[in-house]
Antibody, heavy 120, light 107 residues
Framework: EVQLLESGGGLVQPGGSLRLSCTAS????????MGWVRQAPGKGLERVST????????DYADSVKGRFIISRDNSRNILYLHMKSLRDEDTAVYYC?????????????WGQGVLVTVSS | DIQMTQSPSTLSASVGGRVSISCRAS??????LAWYQQKPGKAPELLIY???KLKGGVPSRFSGTGSGTEFTLTISRLQPDDVATYYC?????????FGQGTRLEIK
């Protein structure tokens, strides 16, 4: 069964930085695009960023563009989200998700999520 | 970005009943629509993709229809375990977007 395990969350002050990791297992990681989706407390789902299977293609929501960087290490099956200049509104549970593959992919597996709290 | 609008925001039904959730896209997305179920305190889980295809292991009580801009998720023979928030998501474009969610309560 596909497993995605996020880590690296916690409490950070506004303006601070944090790096999230997502360790993948039970599928061929380097064949699939991956993404991060977040959910603010009591709110809906918001796609944050996606990265192609080889890391060459990345995309970001306007709300995080220029502040967040998505990357991956295919030799270690790890997806990253580097977050800087964090704001109160970045407080959320961050989920990593596996792309289904194909020409029009959706997210077929999700991690359990990691909480990021931005507060002074 | 393509906007996704779900209705209703909340609905309530009895065990054994049937409910339908609507999802409308701001422009045509062909069949590139997924439905997710998120139980309280849990991560979302994929139910349906390509508008009407059930993910393996998902009960046949769940069904999806639609194409273009109008889509529907129907849940039949409601069970207490169906209490959750349901989200639609378009993936016609690389910048995927979600509906705002529909919370299902069981009477």
């Amino acid at each position: 069964e596909v497993q995605l395990l996020e880590s690296g969350g916690g409490l950070v002050q506004p303006g601070g930085s944090l790096r999230l990791s997502c360790t993948a297992s039970s599928f061929t990681f380097n064949l699939y695009a991956m993404g991060w989706v977040r959910q603010a407390p009591g709110k809906g789902l918001e796609r944050v960023s996606t990265i192609g299977h080889d890391g060459d293609t990345t995309d970001y929501a306007d709300s995080v563009k220029g502040r967040f960087i998505i990357s991956r290490d295919n030799s270690r099956n790890i997806l990253y989200l580097h977050m800087k200049s964090l704001r109160d509104e970045d407080t959320a549970v961050y989920y990593c998700a596996k792309d289904s593959g194909g020409f029009n992919p959706y997210f077929d597996y999700w991690g359990q999520g990691v909480l990021v709290t931005v507060s002074s | 970005d393509i906007q996704m609008t779900q209705s209703p925001s909340t609905l309530s039904a009895s065990v054994g009943g049937r409910v339908s959730i609507s999802c409308r896209a701001s422009q045509s997305i062909n069949i590139w629509l997924a439905w997710y179920q998120q139980k309280p305190g849990k991560a979302p889980e994929l139910l349906i993709y390509d508008a009407s295809k059930l993910k393996g292991g998902v009960p046949s009580r769940f069904s999806g229809t639609g194409s273009g801009t109008e889509f529907t998720l129907t849940i039949s023979r409601l069970q207490p375990d169906d209490v959750a928030t349901y989200y639609c998501q378009q993936y016609k474009t690389y910048s995927i977007t979600f509906g705002q969610g529909t919370r299902l309560e069981i009477k």
